[in-house]
């Protein structure tokens, strides 16, 4: 979490609807977010969700290599390049005039694929429902408290938290899961922020 990211764009709203679950998986750089996630989703895979996971990235990232005729025609203008073959797909969109990747756009790109859910990694700034993932010796602060979209914290180790987010043990990978897993059936009623006491 601590790569610089803009405020999302106030023009475009994340939409959010009962047929798309989305959750964010925030922290610190060094926590682990993307091991976490490369550990849980054949474990939500075994419950029968299909994820979906949108990734934010540095601004010089590629996922084309120069000389293939995708690359090529990407540079020649098409907007957006989809190279396809019988295993796989990927589609690729030049946005230069963007100062930051747009969650909303992405989600309304991923929204067609019909996921069982979509977990988010990185946006800290967007607002959205978070699963916060803790580790003491990162030697960065729990966020919870100033952020009313974490809903849960997995932590190594006891952290306290307000009333309201539950909290998980991030060395329980089948508890996290478990907790993922029931994600969808609350998302109806987890599409805001908690309500936060005045000081």
């Not at 709203?13 to 060094?30: E, H, V």
């Not at 309201?164 to 089948?174: E, I």
């Amino acid at each position: 979490m601590d790569h610089p990211q803009t405020a999302p764009p106030q023009t475009v709203p994340l939409r959010f609807d009962d047929d798309l679950p989305l959750l964010g998986i925030a922290a610190w750089s060094g926590t682990g977010k993307t091991t976490l996630l490369e550990r849980l989703l054949p474990r939500l895979a075994a419950r029968g969700l299909r994820a979906a996971v949108i990734k934010h990235a540095h601004h010089g990232f590629d996922v084309d290599q120069p000389g293939k005729d995708s690359h090529r025609l990407r540079q020649a203008g098409a907007a957006p390049m989809l190279v396809a073959s019988r295993v796989r797909w990927a589609m690729m969109m030049e946005t230069p005039d963007q100062q930051e990747a747009d969650l909303a756009q992405l989600v309304e790109a991923i929204r067609g694929q019909r996921p069982d859910l979509v977990l988010i990694e990185g946006f800290k700034a967007w607002p959205l429902p978070k699963l916060e993932l803790y580790r003491d010796e990162v030697g960065k602060p729990l966020r919870v408290a100033e952020d009313p979209w974490v809903k849960a914290v997995a932590s190594a180790g006891p952290a306290s938290v307000p009333a309201g987010v539950d909290s998980l043990d991030l060395d329980d990978l089948d508890g996290i899961a478990d907790w993922i897993s029931a994600w969808p059936a609350r998302w109806p009623r987890e599409q805001a922020p908690r309500e936060v006491p005045d000081p």
